[in-house]
């Protein structure tokens, strides 16, 4: 078994502050990404809104997550030892698993993989966000 990533939030509050907290590196990368496409002023003024840094803070917080990935079996003797309810994405027939556990909703969300790691790892963290975190960032943001 591997894990990936460094954001783990046990509850709705750290998944808030987690989110501010890459607030500042999403609106920094936005802004140097812009200088190496040598935008104007002008040109960074009408095209780097707030909603292009919102997504940049998505990705920077979805990428984040913390996932661990392995065998069906390593998986199923992961989950021996907790009560979550699964929520599988993909096939049961593949023999190799990613999964994110979401505690503060007493689930673990997996993706089934049998040659890209990496790429099951970013397909989990994109569900998991669209799936669990927006809505949980919408609730606390009120």
Do not use: C
């Not at 609106?27 to 997504?55: H, P």
């Not at 190799?96 to 993989?113: C, I, L």
């Amino acid at each position: 078994m591997e894990t990936h990533g460094v954001l783990a939030p046990e509850t709705a509050d750290e998944v808030r502050a987690a989110y501010e907290d890459v607030g500042p590196a999403a609106q920094n990368v936005t802004r140097e990404v812009a200088k190496a496409m040598e935008f104007s002023k002008e040109e960074y003024d009408d095209r780097v809104t707030g909603e292009v840094v919102e997504t940049a803070r998505d990705a920077l917080f979805a990428n984040l997550l913390e996932v661990h990935s392995g065998t069906r079996e390593e998986f199923e003797d992961w989950l021996a030892d907790y009560e979550y309810e699964v929520v599988e994405n993909g096939s049961d027939d593949v023999e190799k698993v990613a999964w994110h556990v979401v505690p503060f909703e007493n689930t673990v969300v997996t993706a089934s993989y049998q040659n890209e790691p990496a790429a099951a790892r970013g397909t989990l963290r994109r569900i998991v966000h669209g799936k669990f975190y927006r809505e949980t960032l919408s609730r606390t943001a009120d």
